[in-house]
Nanobody, 122 residues
Protein backbone atom coordinates (compact mmCIF):
# COMPACT_ATOMS: atom_id res chain seq x y z
CA UNK A 1 0.00 0.00 0.00
CA UNK A 2 1.25 3.47 -0.90
CA UNK A 3 -0.16 6.73 0.37
CA UNK A 4 0.58 9.93 -1.51
CA UNK A 5 0.29 13.49 -0.24
CA UNK A 6 0.81 16.45 -2.58
CA UNK A 7 1.78 19.96 -1.56
CA UNK A 8 3.06 23.16 -3.11
CA UNK A 9 0.11 24.33 -5.14
CA UNK A 10 -1.10 27.90 -5.09
CA UNK A 11 -1.78 31.07 -7.04
CA UNK A 12 0.94 32.44 -9.29
CA UNK A 13 1.13 34.98 -12.08
CA UNK A 14 1.78 33.92 -15.65
CA UNK A 15 5.49 33.43 -16.20
CA UNK A 16 6.05 32.43 -12.60
CA UNK A 17 7.15 29.16 -11.04
CA UNK A 18 5.91 26.63 -8.54
CA UNK A 19 7.32 23.38 -7.22
CA UNK A 20 4.94 20.61 -6.33
CA UNK A 21 5.97 17.86 -3.96
CA UNK A 22 4.48 14.43 -3.44
CA UNK A 23 5.45 12.55 -0.31
CA UNK A 24 4.92 8.80 -0.41
CA UNK A 25 4.68 6.20 2.30
CA UNK A 26 5.94 2.68 1.79
CA UNK A 27 9.32 1.05 1.60
CA UNK A 28 9.07 0.21 -2.11
CA UNK A 29 8.71 3.78 -3.35
CA UNK A 30 11.84 3.58 -5.46
CA UNK A 31 10.43 0.73 -7.53
CA UNK A 32 7.32 2.62 -8.65
CA UNK A 33 6.84 4.76 -11.69
CA UNK A 34 5.64 8.11 -10.40
CA UNK A 35 3.43 10.36 -12.44
CA UNK A 36 1.84 13.78 -12.32
CA UNK A 37 -1.56 14.38 -13.86
CA UNK A 38 -3.85 17.36 -13.92
CA UNK A 39 -7.55 17.86 -14.24
CA UNK A 40 -9.70 20.80 -15.15
CA UNK A 41 -13.39 20.56 -14.17
CA UNK A 42 -15.37 18.96 -16.96
CA UNK A 43 -12.33 17.43 -18.63
CA UNK A 44 -10.47 14.14 -18.42
CA UNK A 45 -7.32 13.72 -16.41
CA UNK A 46 -4.33 14.80 -18.47
CA UNK A 47 -0.89 13.25 -18.29
CA UNK A 48 1.76 15.81 -17.35
CA UNK A 49 4.99 13.97 -16.52
CA UNK A 50 6.35 10.68 -15.24
CA UNK A 51 9.59 9.31 -13.88
CA UNK A 52 10.51 5.64 -13.85
CA UNK A 53 12.84 3.47 -11.86
CA UNK A 54 16.23 4.44 -13.23
CA UNK A 55 15.07 8.07 -13.58
CA UNK A 56 13.87 8.00 -17.18
CA UNK A 57 11.51 10.95 -17.56
CA UNK A 58 8.55 11.60 -19.85
CA UNK A 59 6.56 14.75 -20.50
CA UNK A 60 3.42 15.88 -22.22
CA UNK A 61 4.19 18.07 -25.22
CA UNK A 62 2.35 20.95 -23.59
CA UNK A 63 4.80 21.13 -20.69
CA UNK A 64 8.03 19.95 -22.29
CA UNK A 65 10.82 22.42 -21.67
CA UNK A 66 8.92 24.16 -18.87
CA UNK A 67 8.28 21.41 -16.30
CA UNK A 68 10.79 19.04 -14.71
CA UNK A 69 9.97 15.90 -12.77
CA UNK A 70 12.45 14.47 -10.31
CA UNK A 71 12.51 12.09 -7.38
CA UNK A 72 14.43 11.67 -4.16
CA UNK A 73 14.18 8.02 -3.16
CA UNK A 74 15.85 8.67 0.19
CA UNK A 75 12.99 11.04 1.05
CA UNK A 76 10.26 9.04 -0.72
CA UNK A 77 9.35 12.21 -2.57
CA UNK A 78 8.70 13.16 -6.18
CA UNK A 79 8.76 16.75 -7.37
CA UNK A 80 7.35 18.71 -10.26
CA UNK A 81 9.18 21.95 -10.94
CA UNK A 82 6.94 24.16 -13.05
CA UNK A 83 8.45 27.20 -14.76
CA UNK A 84 7.09 29.72 -17.24
CA UNK A 85 3.59 28.94 -16.08
CA UNK A 86 0.67 29.82 -18.32
CA UNK A 87 -3.00 30.36 -17.50
CA UNK A 88 -3.79 27.11 -19.32
CA UNK A 89 -1.73 25.25 -16.71
CA UNK A 90 -4.43 26.04 -14.17
CA UNK A 91 -5.75 22.73 -12.83
CA UNK A 92 -5.79 20.37 -9.90
CA UNK A 93 -2.54 18.43 -9.99
CA UNK A 94 -2.38 14.84 -8.82
CA UNK A 95 0.52 12.59 -7.98
CA UNK A 96 0.18 8.90 -8.77
CA UNK A 97 2.18 5.68 -8.48
CA UNK A 98 2.15 2.54 -10.59
CA UNK A 99 4.00 -0.73 -10.59
CA UNK A 100 3.12 -1.78 -14.15
CA UNK A 101 4.84 -0.90 -17.41
CA UNK A 102 4.04 2.31 -19.23
CA UNK A 103 3.53 5.81 -17.86
CA UNK A 104 0.82 7.93 -19.49
CA UNK A 105 -2.39 5.97 -18.99
CA UNK A 106 -4.01 7.14 -15.75
CA UNK A 107 -6.08 3.97 -15.50
CA UNK A 108 -2.93 1.93 -14.97
CA UNK A 109 -1.87 3.87 -11.88
CA UNK A 110 -2.52 2.07 -8.61
CA UNK A 111 -2.33 4.89 -6.09
CA UNK A 112 -3.37 8.54 -6.15
CA UNK A 113 -2.94 11.56 -3.95
CA UNK A 114 -5.70 13.96 -3.06
CA UNK A 115 -4.52 16.70 -5.41
CA UNK A 116 -3.26 20.24 -5.08
CA UNK A 117 -4.67 23.24 -6.91
CA UNK A 118 -2.52 25.36 -9.18
CA UNK A 119 -3.98 28.62 -10.44
CA UNK A 120 -2.11 30.79 -12.92
CA UNK A 121 -3.41 34.31 -13.39
CA UNK A 122 -2.90 36.28 -16.58
Amino acid sequence: QVQLVESGGGLVQAGGSLRLSCAASGRTFSTYTMGWFRRVPGKEREFVAAIKLGDSTYYADSVKGRFTISRDNAKNTVYLQMNSLKPEDTAAYYCAARSSAGYSNPNRYNYWGQGTQVTVSS
